[in-house]
Nanobody, 126 residues
Framework: QVQLVESGGGSVQPGGSLRLSCAAS????????MGWFRQAPGKEREGVAI????????YYRDSVKGRFTSSRDNAKNAMYLQMNGLKPEDTAMYYC???????????????????WGQGTQVTVSS
């Protein structure tokens, strides 16, 4: 089992910044990849950023490229998402996810992940 806990959400004005954290515990030694996902009311859950735990390699959805940066600290079993230049359309519940398996399809597909945190709310408004 793997447990994930997100933190760092909040309310900011457009153009502001937030840094989200995800702490993993349990059987974390075999986690292959971790990701940030978000879901707004009435919308499908979508992948935001993926990071491979072994290499630090990342993958982002187009709408956040150049604004969001994902990183990890393997010694702390932690993952971070630095969000700059936030826009109202970034408003959503943000979830941390992890999985030990090789991906079958898109790494931004929520169905590719077995372990999930409870989420942290990000609200961008003026």
């Amino acid at each position: 089992q793997v447990q994930l806990v997100e933190s760092g959400g909040g309310s900011v004005q457009p153009g502001g910044s937030l840094r989200l954290s995800c702490a993993a515990s349990g059987y974390t030694y075999n986690i292959r990849r971790m990701g940030w996902f978000r879901q707004a009311p009435g919308k499908e859950r979508e992948g935001v950023a993926i990071i491979y735990t072994s290499t630090g390699g990342t993958y982002y959805r187009d709408s956040v490229k150049g604004r969001f940066t994902s990183s990890r600290d393997n010694a702390k079993n932690a993952m971070y998402l630095q969000m700059n230049g936030l826009k109202p359309e970034d408003t959503a519940m943000y979830y941390c996810a992890a999985d030990p398996r090789l991906p079958r399809g898109s790494m931004l597909d929520p169905n590719e992940y077995n372990y999930w945190g409870q989420g942290t709310q990000v609200t961008v408004s003026s």
